[in-house]
């Protein structure tokens, strides 16, 4: 019966594919990937542009990381959409919006955020993954008294309840969206024991149990038809070759877990692998990931910025970019643009091409520098150094270029830009290794230059 059986099936005796049947395969499948859009630096760089931008061609737009710490800055259409929780693509009405099981997801914060921007018929545009992790209102509370507890050795958080929510993750006491929609004495109880748990380490924590599980019990009952199996939702999604699935790294490479500024970071994994966790996607299914970053740097809350400007350089960018958190509203520390930070980044990213963000805000600037290197007490540096002490104490090396002071604004065209802008744009490219796809020069959606 075995020789009748393997006979019949198009695989060799020994059971191995060969490569002209795997090419076969391959072919006949056709399979499906998806585009990754990725922040480069320590987040701000204005993905949700780029999402937004894509995502008018998009069937799904997914989030993978992150929870309402995130935000995104859209301008369409004369509107100003600000998404925390949400994907970029509620812009497009006929876009499905998938929040992956790596994101942490804040219920209170996600309903007024759709109420906030207007969004509508959204029960039937957004899709929630079952595994997802609870942020309760207690866990913001937590994390501030975190914070506090810290002292000057604070790391500067949102004060959203995403550490202690990924911490409750990681040591297996978190409660997920599943919990919630199954059986409600079991999920009282582990949201009871949770809150006793964290009263023993802070006294005064003051929570009303009662009126919290109410509230969630009408949650429940509102956020049940848009719950799925996301693993097996992308699944189906990936095996269809006719749709366009995008996905929305939140944060960015420099905050992430691992690899950011540790422990100046987020709770989550920001850069490509969380692509990965947070959405239950195979590594063959990534296809091309594309890098966001300003013109120039900037990052929010504590720890060191290699090439910052406290000085009036910092003042301006900070003023003609309007650098304050979407998410917190601190302002943002501003520096020059960091080709050591971008060179990591891609290192650990891949990047297939890159998108300049905010390149019109360096247009009043008689003089333009870029952070080609870093030193350490005298020895050159490879690459981004772990040891934050090592960063505090790094030489940059600059390489200054002539502004162009001129307004960039109405640029549509890579010709249309003054010729030292586009001297610039090409020493950065030159510098990374990496093509510029896009160029931003401007707030709204039409502001952007198409290289190729």
């Not at 369409?76 to 929780?85: P, Q, T, V």
């Not at 008294?145 to 993750?169: D, M, R, V």
């Not at 996607?281 to 504590?302: C, D, L, M, Q, W």
């Amino acid at each position: 019966m075995a020789d009748t059986a393997m006979s019949n099936c198009d695989c060799p005796e020994n059971g191995l594919v060969s490569d002209d049947q795997l090419r076969k395969r391959r072919k006949d499948s056709e399979p499906n990937k998806v585009t990754v859009i990725i922040g480069c630096q320590w987040g701000d760089e204005g993905k949700g542009k780029v999402v937004d931008m894509l995502a008018e061609e998009a069937d799904l737009v997914c989030r993978c990381a992150g929870g309402n710490n995130a935000g995104h800055t859209v301008v369409a259409g004369g509107k100003e959409y600000i998404f925390h929780l949400l994907p970029s693509g509620f812009i497009n009405e006929n876009c499905v919006n998938v929040i992956g099981n790596g994101v942490v997801v804040h219920l209170p914060g996600l309903f007024d955020e759709l109420k906030n921007n207007k969004i509508e018929n959204w029960e039937n545009r957004l899709i929630i993954s079952d595994r997802a992790h609870l942020v309760f209102d207690f866990h913001q509370q937590v994390d501030g008294l975190q914070e506090t507890a810290k002292g000057k050795n604070s790391i500067g958080t949102t004060k959203k309840g995403i550490g202690p929510t990924y911490s409750n993750k990681a040591s297996r006491s978190g409660i997920r969206i599943c919990d919630l929609l199954g059986d409600f004495e079991i999920f009282t109880s582990k949201v009871t024991s949770l809150v006793k748990m964290y009263q023993k380490l802070y006294p005064e924590l003051d929570v009303d149990l009662n009126k919290e599980l109410k509230k969630y019990k009408e949650y429940a009952d509102t956020i049940r038809p848009m719950v799925r199996d996301t693993v097996h939702y992308l699944y189906e999604a990936l095996n269809d070759p006719s749709k366009n699935i995008l996905v929305e790294g939140a944060n960015a490479t420099m905050l992430d877990i691992d690899f950011g500024t540790y422990p100046y970071v987020t709770s989550s994994s920001c850069s490509i692998g969380g692509v990965c966790t947070g959405l239950g996607i195979p590594p063959s299914k990534v296809g091309n990931v594309y890098g966001v970053f300003k013109a120039y740097t900037t990052r929010v809350g504590e720890g060191h910025l290699p090439t910052e400007q406290v000085n009036e350089t910092g003042d301006l960018l900070q003023e003609r970019g309007c650098e304050f958190g979407a998410t917190t509203k601190r302002k943002r520390r501003c520096g020059w643009l960091d080709i050591m930070v971008l060179k990591y980044s891609h290192m650990l990213n891949g990047y297939t091409a890159l998108c300049m963000t905010k390149l019109d805000i360096l247009d009043t600037l008689a003089e333009v520098k870029i952070g080609i290197g870093y030193k350490y007490k005298g020895q050159q540096l490879s690459s981004f150094p772990a040891d934050q002490e090592i960063v505090k104490g790094l030489e940059v090396e600059y390489l200054a270029l002539p502004g162009w002071q001129t307004s960039t604004e109405s640029a549509r065209k890579f010709s249309d830009l003054p010729p030292n802008a586009q001297a610039y744009v090409r020493k950065v490219e030159e510098l990374l290794g990496v093509p510029l796809k896009w160029i931003g020069v401007g707030k709204s959606r039409e502001s952007i230059i198409q290289m190729f």
